[in-house]
């Protein structure tokens, strides 16, 4: 190659630059250019151009090859996948986890549920039923505000902002200003701790996936808005994997030995919010619906 | 020749790019011992980790006397049990002997506009027994604690990223994301329990400007709101391993005619703390037992 | 737990001392200071929960009617912290308990000291059980 194209120093300065691929591209394109030549020899300033040009079109591009992985996802400064920001649902998994049709102020959606139905043991069906009937003044999140557990916090049709460092990771979610931490430090659940209405997280990394172990569920929350249930059993392993660099495919599966037959488990993709200076706001439920209660009560003994 | 000048052209570049940070270190070697916090990549101090807040609190001389403060510790007392950091009785003494509460006015005697003092004074006098709902203790009635509000025997914990600054308070699980990313405050309309939070460095300090806070929020028990027009600036600078000097100023025109300044300071839990969730409502049985009726299933 | 939670340092004392007083408390509202109360019993539950938690106590009265009283405590993070667990108060613990009534007239309580067989205290912060 070189002899071809006979050129010193700045072929040695090219070459190191460039790949292989590029000197044959250049050695094509010295030859096109020198093509009405009656030979490369006398082609000089042809040649030269052509290298020139390539050189500095290298040199100049260098920054913005830097800059583009195709599609990379970001990464933390421990190379773990970045997951700080706000992200939000966009399916009716709040209302439902199954297949459900439209009715008043609950659109219709196509279930989460891998397999179709939740396998129940015929004992817990008929909580579910009462729990359904009685969904507007008894589920604990859109009833009383409560906070909503996991996995219902992630589909809640709200935003959450995740909030990253290597041993750390809190999701705040705007329902409520509920929030979770998930210690990603290396440190098992603790013993003889109650139940937490958002559990205990304990988060480690398969490769890129974030994979979270929830336990102490209070079990109290319901799993959506058509009241399906679980008991203290239940326990909750999440993965958080990042396809893109605006999209999480979340994926949970829940086993809970007093009320399913079986774990089962959901998915569905979390989606970035990508306005510019979005953040959480506030949905102070408590203070709404305290206000709706209590706000033309008089206490006990008042005059 | 060619190649030696294409030599030194490339030498010198990459020289260039490491001598500051070489020129950097060397300065810092010469300047006296003083300590300097290990950095976040983004070279800002890192204050993460979790912390107890104390001083925090708008004390007041003369504060009114009300049965709210006279029975306030008749109930269950409990410590701030996870504090070990400062693990020194020097260290231990030189966080007791820092300033705490209101440092400006000196005297304590809040700068009140008269009527604003009036008008707290008849609200403290509605709250025991409550007239209504409004008038029961707003940490009662789990209301979000604002900047002065929280129940600091409970701890913090503070994560930095690129772009942000986060407080977290554990009590109530209310959380302060702190905008370091040049953007401007949300629009005046909407109105925040905690505020709007941006904040810039100024060297090694964080100083918090923060905007938009609603008028629900208690400052003390004998203060039991503020306005709207409230605005705060904090300042969070680092001093040792395990002390954050803490800085309030609080302006709220509508209640003060000068700005009030008081001075706090986190200090650094011990290893093997965590910060732990605090349900509030989902445990609360005070706005039933003060009412009588309305207890949620499962209470 | 990996590590002890509950160690308690001068430090610390220091730092209960300088906390003004407590910020999260209805008291006033919802108890009555000028009806203390006495109480021994035996534990039927207890609520690990925040911002209160309660412990739920049979009590028998002068006629030997056994009426079940509960009593409001402080949040649960502060217990865990101190060293108690889920499994420290089983049901039929023997607890005496000085308070303050409710308000209303009902078998409620504010707790000011919770006692038990042994002498610990709950929320005392200088009778931390010992954990393996």
């Known amino acids: 190659m070189l002899k071809f194209l006979g050129f010193g120093l700045r072929t040695r300065v090219y070459e190191k630059r460039a790949g292989k691929q590029k000197r044959l591209y250049l050695c094509f394109a010295v030859k096109l250019a020198c093509s009405g030549h009656k030979s490369y020899d006398g082609c000089h300033m042809n040649k030269r151009a052509v290298v020139l040009f390539a050189f500095w079109s290298f040199l100049l591009a260098l920054p913005a090859l830097a800059q583009a992985p195709a599609r990379g996802i970001p990464r933390a400064a421990d190379g773990k996948p970045d997951f700080n920001g706000l992200w939000q649902v966009l399916g009716t998994a709040a209302w439902d986890l199954e297949d459900h049709n439209g009715s008043l102020r609950m659109p219709a959606g196509q279930g989460v549920v891998e397999g179709g139905a939740i396998p129940y043991q015929a004992s817990a069906l008929p909580k579910k039923r009462e729990n359904f009937q009685t969904r507007d003044i008894n589920d604990p999140a859109e009833a009383a505000c409560y906070m909503p557990g996991i996995p219902r916090a992630t589909y809640m049709p709200f935003p959450f902002e995740i909030i990253q460092n290597p041993k750390l990771i809190t999701m705040s979610y705007e329902f409520g200003h509920a929030r979770r931490s998930i210690f990603t430090d290396g440190s098992p659940h603790p013993d003889g701790f109650p139940d937490f209405w958002m559990g205990d997280s304990r988060g480690r990394w398969e490769g890129d996936t974030l994979v979270v172990d929830v336990t102490n569920l209070d079990d109290r929350t319901w799993l959506d808005h058509a009241g399906n249930h679980h008991s203290d059993a239940l326990h909750v392993v999440e993965r958080y994997t990042m396809t893109d660099p605006d999209h999480i495919l979340y994926e949970a599966t829940l086993e809970d030995s007093k009320v399913f037959t079986r774990p089962w488990k959901i998915s569905m993709p979390l989606y970035r919010r990508m306005e510019k200076n979005v953040r959480i706001l506030e949905y102070e439920c408590v203070q709404y619906i305290q206000e709706q209660k209590y706000g033309n009560a008089k206490p006990v003994g008042a005059k | 020749m060619r190649r030696t000048l294409l030599h030194i052209a490339v030498a010198s570049i990459l020289a260039a790019g490491v001598l500051p940070s070489v020129h950097a270190q060397r300065a810092q070697d010469q300047t006296p011992a003083k300590w300097t916090p290990a950095r976040t990549p983004d070279g800002h101090p890192d204050m993460q980790g979790l912390w107890a807040r104390r001083g925090a609190a708008l004390t007041e001389a003369n504060a009114p006397k009300t049965p709210l403060s006279e029975f306030g510790a008749t109930g269950q007392p409990y410590p701030t049990v996870f504090n070990t950091g400062v693990s020194t009785p020097q260290a231990a003494a030189a966080l007791a002997n820092r300033p705490a509460g209101v440092i400006e006015p000196a005297n304590r005697m809040l700068p009140w506009r008269p009527e604003a003092d009036a008008a707290r004074r008849e609200f403290l006098s509605n709250m025991i027994p409550p007239a209504s709902l409004k008038y029961v203790e707003a940490s009662a009635r789990c209301v979000p604690p604002g900047l002065l509000g929280g129940d600091d025997r409970h701890p913090y914990q503070i994560v930095q990223r690129p772009g942000s600054f986060v407080l977290m308070y554990e009590y109530n699980h209310v959380t302060r994301v702190v905008y370091t990313d040049g953007r401007p405050h949300v629009g005046p309309n909407i109105r925040l329990y905690m505020g709007d939070s941006i904040g810039k460095w100024e060297g090694d300090t964080l100083v918090v400007d923060t905007t938009n806070f609603n008028d629900k929020t208690s400052f003390s028990q004998a203060i039991p709101f503020h306005s709207d027009a409230l605005h705060t600036t904090e300042r969070f600078t680092m001093v040792d391993p395990y002390i954050i000097d803490y800085q309030l100023t609080i302006e709220d025109p509508k209640l003060f005619t000068a700005p009030i300044r008081i001075a706090g300071a986190f200090a650094a839990a011990a290893k093997g703390n965590e910060m732990l969730e605090f349900a509030c409502a989902e445990g609360s049985q005070t706005l039933p037992n003060i009412f009588g009726f309305g207890e949620f299933p499962g209470q | ?132």
Not at chain 3, 5 to 33: C, K, N, Q, R, Y
Not at chain 3, 93 to 101: D, L, N
């Open chain 3, 1 to 132: 737990m990996r590590t002890k939670l509950w160690v308690i340092t001068a430090t610390a004392v220091l730092l209960a001392m300088a906390v003004p007083a407590a910020a999260h408390h209805s008291f006033a509202a919802e108890f009555d200071g000028d009806r203390p109360v006495t109480l021994k019993g035996t534990v039927t539950k207890m609520d690990w929960v925040n911002p209160h938690s309660w412990i739920y106590v049979d009590v028998k009265d002068q006629s030997g009617k056994v009426v079940n009283w509960r009593f409001e405590m402080g949040p649960v993070n502060a217990l865990l912290r101190m060293g108690w667990r889920k499994d420290s108060i089983p049901a039929g613990t023997a607890v005496e308990i000085q308070g303050y009534r409710a308000k209303s007239g009902q078998p409620v309580a504010n707790a000011k000291q919770v006692k038990l067989p042994d002498g610990r205290e709950l929320f005392s912060g200088g009778s931390a059980p010992n954990l393996p």
